[in-house]
């Protein structure tokens, strides 16, 4: 039997001893090397089946492995079979071609993968001199492996070794620790090798390691507390228990609370009025408050005014347009690559539709519905424009697993997600829901159909692309459905989605609406859920699905909840206590306002409206009908193409352009300069330096400026002779403020 030595942490002792289940040197036979369990793991470990490698679409040099070994049967044809069978030697299994390449002791362009002594050079050998025996029905299959440890507390700069067990079908198991892949999804805070060595930087947080062996994934959930030491965390601990008796019965904070507690962080202190009012206004409708309700929410003493601030904003007429405006990037109401003056009132229609039922809190579940069922005319159902711009098979299942379930499946489309469970089978169940959705009319050229009429044909068929299978209508990982002749498969998949029980739909626009509200999703990126990619605080998310749930989908409800939890209100400032946290929400996460609201607030400010071709003056950004309506300004700050269902396509990342843009933009010269603009007005008035610069702090940034910020500024004011430049400048200089251009 093979001696080593490995890791202690692994369940092995520092000495030398006896690994059960070892594989033998070389003229020795210690048990049965199966293909799909022992071989493939081994080349996907080694990345020969990689997207890079012989895994990509066109294989490598005449040698072509399915991705990641999803397909054993395929693998084993193309290694044993092709090439005249001369990768393979059973005779002299070292003069395999296999080994020869993975070892570099014949020229191999993936360089050196295997080292002679190694344990996967010995499963490889034995293999092949067993006779490189095909994968068979009754082989031993893999049932599901265990990680340990699954959850651990870890500090900073330290390791963790982590160990995998694989249990198969025939009751065996064994230690595949060597033949596991591992991933970080926070490298920053932990970094992962090969052989599972889990290894903390300086930074704190949360980081979930993935280990994958076959077709099996387990996850690593870590944390690297805030305090370095238990001097710390007790310090820490008795702070929050200060905190803990402020609070209130909120569920929402408790959870925050205990994340706070085994991350050993402390939170910012609590916003002001003033950065408060700021905040909602521009997370719910998308608009700067007034100085005038500025004044007024400030003189209210009463101790639940930030709760009446949120209910008189979600019934203003800005909240629909708003987040309708977010809705038409979701469900891409795209009006470029069309003749656009056929196709603008069909983007109209939809907008409206979206906008009226936001305004009306059309419960969630029967918005989507409405939308995933919608049949008939375009002209006289909105909803059916969606299959305007959504018209093939990916387009309908990547559209909808990302915008309502929160699931990335595009890569299951050609093979087994390599991250998570998805098959090309889940991919293409999907998208034989949509297989019967027909359309006739309405095409206005040769390219773009304007009016048509949504219908459900009589057929419709998908088939398996690698099995040649016809596949049912079936819900995502799920069943098939029961269906009748007549019946749309979209009703069924539209109930299945809108369950109560659903596992991803309640959750997906809960952490959506987190992200808008917070800065960030509890799930991060917000439509990637994967069992790699896990909530930084699973309770919280479950908690606020299941009140969503029983709240009947009332969306108003939820922001409710979300703008008055205690994390909401925080100050986006750190503190020693938070510096560095991004996950945690223990202070409020600053983003720059999004392309439309921006130019709104700017127009807002200087009291001079955006002039769209098209359209009545007057009209807002946040109220276009779509993206293609000719703006620069929109552009340059990251307006989407709604080319998908990902909000990713919305850029709010800074860059040269739009710092160039603040300085040189023709629009804001436009507003600044206009004869019945605010800074004409204000150059006109009798008001005092001191009263005009407070004005001016007041409107711009929505609190007074302090007073070395006033004393600047009245200091400016007095030595420009000219009073409508200094204005001007004035006004020009606080715009282009990050105070000003951020959610803070």
């Not at 400048?729 to 105070?739: F, Q």
Request: proline letters at 5%; hydrophobic letters at 40%.
């Amino acid at each position: 039997m093979l001696l080593v030595s490995m890791v202690i942490g692994c369940g092995y002792v520092a000495q030398a001893a006896e690994l059960p289940g070892a594989f033998s040197k070389a003229g020795e036979s210690s048990r049965q090397v199966y293909f799909g369990t022992d071989v493939v793991p081994i080349l996907t470990k080694l990345g020969c089946n990689g997207g890079g490698c012989h895994g990509k679409a066109t294989g490598q040099h005449g040698f072509k492995l399915s991705l990641f070994g999803f397909e054993p049967e395929v693998d084993y044809q193309a290694l044993v079979l092709e090439g005249r069978g001369r990768r393979l030697s059973v005779a002299s299994p070292d003069r395999s071609l296999l080994l020869l390449k993975a070892t570099s002791r014949v020229p191999h362009g993936g360089g050196r993968r295997l080292e002679e002594s190694s344990d996967d050079y010995r499963i490889l050998r034995d293999w092949i001199a067993q006779g490189s025996t095909s994968p068979r029905a009754d082989d031993p299959r893999l049932v599901r492996i265990e990680l340990s440890p699954r959850e651990q507390i870890v500090r900073t700069n330290s390791s963790l070794q982590l160990c995998v067990k694989a249990f198969f079908s025939d009751g065996s198991s064994r230690d595949v620790t060597r033949q596991t892949i591992y991933q970080s999804n926070e490298p920053g805070i932990a970094q992962v090798d090969s052989s599972g060595l889990v290894e903390t930087t300086s930074k704190h947080g949360l980081v979930a390691v993935m280990a994958r062996f076959g077709t099996e994934i387990a996850t690593l959930h870590a944390a690297v507390p805030f305090a370095e030491d238990e001097m710390q965390m007790a310090l820490v601990q008795s702070q929050l228990d200060v905190l803990e008796r402020k609070l209130g019965e909120s569920k929402v904070d408790r959870l925050l609370l205990r994340q706070w507690r085994r991350l050993g962080v402390i939170p910012s202190a609590p916003a002001d009025d003033a950065t408060y009012l700021r905040r909602a206004s521009l997370d719910i409708c998308g608009t700067l408050p007034t100085n005038q309700e500025i004044s007024e929410f400030l003189a209210d003493t009463r101790t639940d005014k930030r709760l009446r601030l949120v209910d008189r904003l979600l019934e203003r007429p800005e909240f629909a347009s708003y987040f309708a405006l977010k809705w038409a990037d979701i469900l891409q109401n795209r009006g470029a690559g069309y003749s656009t003056s056929k196709q603008r009132a069909g983007t109209t229609l939809f907008a409206g539709w979206i906008r009226d039922s936001l305004a009306t809190n059309k419960p969630y579940d029967e918005f989507v519905t409405e939308f995933l069922t919608a049949s008939g005319s375009q002209a006289e159902n909105p909803p059916a424009i969606w299959y305007r711009s959504v018209r093939k098979s990916p387009e309908y299942v990547e559209s909808v697993a990302q915008a309502f379930l929160g699931v990335r499946i595009q890569c299951a489309q050609c093979h087994h997600h390599p991250t998570e469970r998805w098959s090309q089978a889940d991919y293409f169940g999907l998208a034989a829901v949509f297989s019967r959705v027909g359309r006739k009319g309405g095409f206005a050229d040769a390219e773009v159909p304007t009016d048509e009429i949504i219908f459900l044909k009589e057929r419709g068929e998908v088939v398996h692309p690698r099995t040649g299978e016809i596949l049912l209508p079936r819900s995502l990982g799920g069943t098939e459905f029961s269906l009748g002749l007549r019946d749309d498969p979209r009703v069924s998949l539209a109930q299945w989605m809108t369950s109560r029980d659903n596992p991803f739909f309640a959750r997906t626009l809960v952490n959506r609406l987190w992200a808008h509200f917070l800065g960030r999703g509890i799930v991060h990126p917000i439509d990637d859920a994967r069992s790699t990619n896990p909530p930084s605080n699973p309770e919280l998310l479950a908690a606020l699905a299941e009140d969503f749930v029983a709240n009947k989908f009332d969306v108003k409800q939820l922001i409710r909840v979300i703008t008055t939890s205690y994390a909401y209100g925080l100050e986006s400032a750190p503190h020693p206590g938070n510096a560095g946290d991004t996950q945690t929400f223990a202070r409020f996460y600053p983003r720059r306002m999004s392309a439309e609201v921006l130019l709104d607030g700017v127009s807002q400010v200087l009291e001079v409206p955006t002039e769209f071709s098209g359209f009545p003056v007057g009209t807002r950004a946040i109220d276009l009908p779509d993206e293609n309506v000719a703006a620069h300004f929109l552009d340059v700050f990251g307006r989407p193409a709604r080319m998908s269902a990902c909000e990713c396509e919305r850029v709010d990342a800074p860059a040269l352009t739009q710092a160039l843009e603040l300085v040189n933009s023709a629009e804001i010269q436009r507003k600044l300069t206009a004869k019945t603009g605010y800074a004409q007005r204000l150059a006109t008035s009798e008001k005092s330096h001191t009263d005009l610069a407070t004005e001016l702090f007041l409107r711009v940034l929505t609190r007074q400026p302090r007073p070395e910020e006033l004393k600047a500024a009245v200091d400016f004011l007095e030595a420009e002779p000219d009073r409508a430049e200094a204005c001007r400048s004035l006004l020009w200089s606080l715009l282009a403020t990050n105070e000003f251009l951020f959610h803070h």
